[in-house]
């Protein structure tokens, strides 16, 4: 599995950016498809998941201001995010994996990133 991740980019505090991820390869529905986001000097964190059988969840401080999805029939998951916070600025991992859903270790494949900067 490949995975692209695009549509970040810089927005104002309070204002929303819709994430797409890409998939190629086999298969895409039966994995669980996570969001990850990594800010400089920070570690890698939890941000949402859709699983394969569609159950969401979601970190607590996205919780509410941002929306997973997934559309099957085009291998791709999305990220909506609404309300966005200066401390939302990182760059935003895909994931593909069949594990445990909030931690990096229960996913597979990575896409390669993309930045979001949320000016205050």
């Known amino acids: 599995v490949q995975l692209q991740a695009f549509g970040g980019g810089l927005v104002q505090a309070g204002g929303s950016l819709r994430l797409s991820c890409a998939a190629s390869?086999?298969?895409?529905?039966?994995?669980?498809m996570g969001w990850f986001r990594q800010a400089p000097g920070k570690e890698r964190e939890f941000v949402a998941v859709?699983?394969?059988?569609?159950?969401?969840y979601y970190a607590d401080s996205t919780k509410g201001r941002f929306t997973i999805s997934r559309d099957n029939a085009k291998n791709t998951v999305y990220l909506q995010m609404n309300s966005l916070k200066p401390e939302d600025t990182a760059v935003y991992f895909c994931?593909?994996?069949?594990?445990?859903?909030?931690?990096?270790?229960?996913?597979?494949?990575w896409g390669q990133g993309t930045q979001v900067t949320v000016s205050s």
């Open positions: 994931a593909a994996g069949r594990g445990i859903y909030y931690t990096g270790t229960g996913y597979d494949y």
């Open positions: 390869g086999r298969a895409f529905s039966t994995y669980n």
């Open positions: 859709i699983t394969w059988s569609h159950s969401t």
